[in-house]
């Protein structure tokens, strides 16, 4: 068995733990902090898939976009402790830990049977800018046209609910 | 090997389950589903270095703009519930129960 990529591991390692902490802190702004960690792991797990551009793109809209807009809603909500609200208790909190457990045994140990390794050498041209660029524009037209709307819809739709009064 | 980057995405879809369903703070379940569609992008990223076709890197931007307009609007309602109920514990917003 070939060693493992040690940068792999390392990222892994971080969003792996970033995110079960994201899942486990109380506090929002902590678990917002841990999601940074997390989404800049998941940057370096995609710059190792051979996708420089869709790294770059996901640090800038997840880290730029999505983790301000998260932290933005934390300080303008500006919870106190007691408004946090209370969790489940502890039992019902391991039961469902267990489950989601056996969600991940369940697709885990079927994947430790497939030992396909990865090219050695991407084609050339993959994960540019052109080549994503050219299959998003010719093949996924249509995709991209639906997703502008999704996106202007979202837009109309945040501004009617988060405005006090129209 | 491609299992690596599998098991990692599972493992983050599990993680993301977990908060989604064992978390009560609306915040915390918002964050947790950003964490379950990153690990199907790790997913589609993977799969498309293997057989090094770049159209499942074309369904990561798609997986991006959903969750993008998702967030905003997820966002929007918890604000739009917090200024009603003064709460962001799913336990307390049960006017729908019946």
């Known amino acids: 068995m070939p060693p493992i990529d040690p940068v792999f591991l390392i990222a892994a390692g971080v969003t792996v733990g970033a995110g079960a902490l994201v899942v486990s802190l109380r506090n929002p702004v ?4 841990s999601m940074l960690a997390a989404f800049l792991g998941l940057a370096v797990i995609y710059l190792r898939l051979g996708a420089p551009f869709l790294a770059a793109i996901h640090v800038l809209v997840y880290t730029g976009a ?3 807009l998260f932290l933005f809603v934390i300080m303008m909500l500006n919870l106190k402790p007691d408004e946090l609200g209370v969790e489940y208790p502890l039992k019902i909190r391991i039961g469902i830990a267990a489950l989601c457990g056996g969600l991940f045994a369940l697709i885990a140990l079927p994947l430790l049977q497939d030992h396909r390794e990865l090219p050695k050498q991407a084609p050339p041209g993959f994960g540019t800018v052109e080549s994503v660029g050219t299959a998003l524009f010719n093949e996924y037209a249509l995709a991209f046209e639906l997703i ?4 202007m819809v979202a837009v109309f739709a945040g501004v009617l609910l988060a405005k006090r009064k129209l | 090997m491609i299992s690596h980057y599998l098991i990692v995405s599972a493992a983050l879809f599990a993680i993301g389950a977990f908060g989604v369903l064992a978390r009560r703070n609306l915040l915390i379940i918002l964050m947790s589903v950003e964490i379950m569609l990153n690990g199907v992008n790790v997913a589609l990223l ?8 770049t159209q499942g890197q074309v369904f990561v931007l798609m997986v991006m703009g959903v969750a993008a307009a998702e967030v905003s609007v997820g966002l929007a309602i918890l604000i739009a519930v917090f200024r009603n109920r003064k709460t962001v514990d799913t336990g307390d917003l049960k006017s729908l129960q019946g």
């Not at chain 1, 902590?30 to 902090?33: T, Y």
């Not at chain 1, 502008?148 to 996106?151: F, H, K, M, Q």
């Not at chain 2, 993977?46 to 076709?53: D, K, M, P, T």
Request: aromatic share 6%; hydrophobic share 70%.
């Open chain 1, 66 to 68: 999505i983790l301000v």
């Open chain 1, 30 to 33: 902590h678990a917002a902090i």
């Open chain 2, 46 to 53: 993977a799969f498309a270095r293997l057989h090094g076709n």
């Open chain 1, 148 to 151: 502008s709307v999704l996106i």
